[in-house]
């Protein structure tokens, strides 16, 4: 018995590592064309200072991280509302 709680707790464990793919997340892009272009452009700018300072200091790589998880997501949002933009004139 004990031995079965251990393996359904290390599945559940592993469960939480599976990364979801981007087909499977859920994307909001309710803004703009404009607007998801200009926030990537600073995105990106934010990303590298994030880089950058993860160089010197190792506390900054959770920030690359979480910069380069939201570029993924903007960038697709802005592939997304480019199509739409395009298909529609």
């Known amino acids: 018995m004990a031995n079965m ?5 290390a599945a559940l464990m592993l469960c939480a590592f599976i990364p979801v793919g981007a087909e499977a997340r859920d994307l909001s892009c309710n803004q703009s064309l404009a607007r998801h272009v200009e926030a990537l452009r600073i995105l990106e700018d934010k990303a590298a200072k994030a ?4 160089q010197d200091n190792p506390l900054y790589e959770s920030d690359v991280g979480y910069y380069k998880s ?17 298909v529609s004139r």
Do not use: H, W
């Open 5 to 9: 709680r251990i393996a359904i707790a």
């Open 70 to 86: 939201v570029l993924r997501d903007a960038r697709a949002c802005v592939k997304n509302l480019s199509t739409v933009v395009s």
């Open 51 to 54: 880089e950058a300072m993860a």
